[in-house]
């Protein structure tokens, strides 16, 4: 590993950012996370906090108005947002997803216009992949899109899209040649105010409620033929390199997550009495507490590695990506889980925000590929030598 990248100490440009994102969250975001998740409703407090610190999409380059902020820097963005608020968190997450393969493939045309606005926080960005018969298996998507003349005309449906209706422009993933398979597909900016773009109900989730999940409706959507991301035909290819970036930052909201719950569990540990004494005084509880933040840092550093090889794109960050995804989803579930019974009857209840984080830590083992998705991905770099030595 290159030694201006440390693994295992953060710069004190890092700490700074953390304290910034912390204070925010604090401040603007942990106050309003119980009404988010329980009406349901976009976490616009967040949102206005997020996009006035420059919080909303850190990772867009300095060149096209933005933070500039590396893979660590943004992955602690998202880290410090979950700690707080998963739902919150998925706003500079997401728009990384969305408007990432623009700046892996896209013209400089496109990264100046889509780039730009969303660093000017003038639209959020979105990510169209699934569909409701190609969800693991994205390579059968139906979605098509057929040239006609300088213009694309889009037809299909996209489910399970994050903060569909809420962003303002949405990378669309569409077949162009199905002769080709996964050479066939091929990618574009499509914008919420295109003609023929709509979108279903927001669907009844079990966390992450602040954040809209709905279905992308294309009907004869037409936009002009410059909005293709990259060359006909590597749409999958660029897909697929997003996903190895990206899972890095559902890794940083798994660790966000089981932080915030510990947090919440060893403070509830020293205050409530039993038996005369604080429940933090009994070994059987310290030892839970102790496995909690034990397997929370090994989470994080597995990110924060992640996040170092995305930043370097190093040819093992396939492996780590979904090695860190995996890995910190499940911490995620099983700390937050302890959690709940930390608290016993308590933590089973809305008062005290370790049910909602339960809830939202579910979905970091499903989203971008499930846990199992990212087992077969690490067992075919494992056995390809991908995996560099350590």
Avoid at 50 to 65: I, R, T
Avoid at 291 to 313: C, H, I, L, N, P
Wanted: charged letters at 25%.
């Amino acid at each position: 590993m290159s030694a201006d990248y440390p693994m295992y100490a953060l710069s004190e440009e890092h700490q700074a950012i953390r304290e910034a994102v912390r204070a925010v969250c604090d401040a603007k975001v942990a106050p309003f996370a119980a009404d988010v998740d329980e009406n349901a409703r976009f976490p616009q407090e967040a949102h206005d906090a997020l996009v006035a610190s420059d919080f909303h999409a850190p990772h867009v380059p300095e060149q096209y108005g933005g933070a500039g902020a590396d893979a660590l820097a943004t992955v602690l963005v998202i880290e410090e947002v979950a700690r707080a608020c998963v739902s919150s968190s998925l706003i500079p997450a997401v728009n990384k997803l969305g408007s990432l393969p623009v700046q892996i493939a896209g013209s400089e045309e496109l990264k100046k216009k889509y780039l730009g606005k969303l660093a000017a926080g003038e639209g959020g960005f979105s990510y169209c992949l699934s569909e409701p018969d190609a969800g693991s298996d994205a390579v059968h998507m139906k979605t098509r899109a057929v040239r006609d003349g300088d213009t694309w005309v889009l037809d299909g449906v996209k489910r399970w899209i994050t903060n569909a209706g809420e962003s303002e422009y949405y990378t669309v993933m569409a077949v162009t040649d199905a002769e080709k398979r996964s050479k066939g597909i091929s990618a574009f900016v499509v914008e919420k105010s295109d003609e023929g773009v709509s979108f279903g109900a927001p669907e009844k989730k079990l966390g992450i409620k602040g954040s809209p999940t709905r279905e992308v409706y294309l009907d004869n959507v037409r936009i002009p033929a410059d909005r293709m991301i990259g060359a006909e035909g590597t749409g999958f290819e660029t897909a697929m390199k997003t996903l190895d970036h990206t899972r890095v930052t559902i890794a940083a909201q798994a660790v966000g997550v089981a932080q915030g719950a510990l947090d919440h569990a060893l403070a509830y540990a020293k205050e409530r009495q039993q038996f005369g004494r604080p429940i933090a005084d009994f070994q059987g509880l310290q030892f839970m507490l102790a496995d909690m933040g034990m397997k929370v840092e090994a989470a994080r550093q597995m990110t924060y590695a992640a996040a170092g090889r995305s930043e370097r794109g190093d040819a093992d960050l396939t492996f780590f990506g979904a090695a860190a995804k995996c890995f910190a989803s499940d911490v995620a579930m099983e700390v937050t889980t302890n959690a709940v019974q930390v608290l016993g009857g308590y933590g089973y209840t809305r008062d005290y925000p370790v049910e909602r984080m339960m809830r939202d830590a579910k979905i970091t083992q499903i989203y971008e590929g499930t846990n199992q998705v990212q087992r077969i991905v690490m067992a075919r770099q494992l056995l390809a030598g991908v995996q560099s030595e350590l």
